[in-house]
Nanobody, 125 residues
C-alpha cells in the first residue's frame, strides 16, 4: 500500500519561509515522478511544482517560480518544497503527489496516481 506523509506546514508571516517534506513508502521511489499541488478554500486545486525521477527536470507555474524550489532524496524516499518570500495567496492545503511515470513531471490532476493527505500552510500579513 502506497503511503505519502507530508509535514512542515505552519503559520508564517508574509515574506517568511517554510520547508515542506513528504515521505513515500510502499512503492519503489525512484520509479516515481513527484510533485506538489495546493488548494485554498473556495478555489480549485492548483499545481505548484513537479520533478521527474532523478530530480533533473523541475517545473513551476509563474505564481511560484523563483520563490519555491522542489527537491528529492531518492535514498530517503522523500521530496521537499522550499518556499521563500511567502505571500498571503500561498495560503492553502499543500498535497504531495506521485505518478508511476518516472520521466514525467505531473502538472495536471489527471497525471497524478497517488495523493498525500495534505499539510496546511497559512501566510498572515
Amino acid at each position: 500500500q502506497v503511503q505519502m506523509a507530508e509535514s512542515g506546514g505552519d503559520m508564517v508571516q508574509t515574506g517568511g519561509s517554510l520547508r515542506l517534506s513528504c515521505r513515500v513508502s510502499g512503492i519503489p521511489f525512484d520509479n516515481l515522478a513527484m510533485g506538489w499541488f495546493r488548494q485554498a478554500p473556495g478555489k480549485e486545486r492548483e499545481w505548484v511544482s513537479c520533478t521527474n525521477w532523478n530530480g533533473q527536470t523541475k517545473n513551476y507555474p509563474p505564481a511560484v517560480h523563483g520563490r519555491f524550489t522542489i527537491s528529492r532524496d531518492n535514498k530517503m524516499n522523500m521530496i521537499f518544497l522550499q518556499m521563500n518570500d511567502l505571500k498571503s495567496e500561498d495560503t492553502a492545503m499543500y498535497y504531495c503527489v506521485a505518478a508511476a511515470k518516472p520521466w514525467w513531471c505531473p502538472r495536471e490532476s489527471s497525471d497524478v496516481e497517488y495523493w498525500g493527505l495534505g499539510t496546511q500552510v497559512t501566510v498572515s500579513a
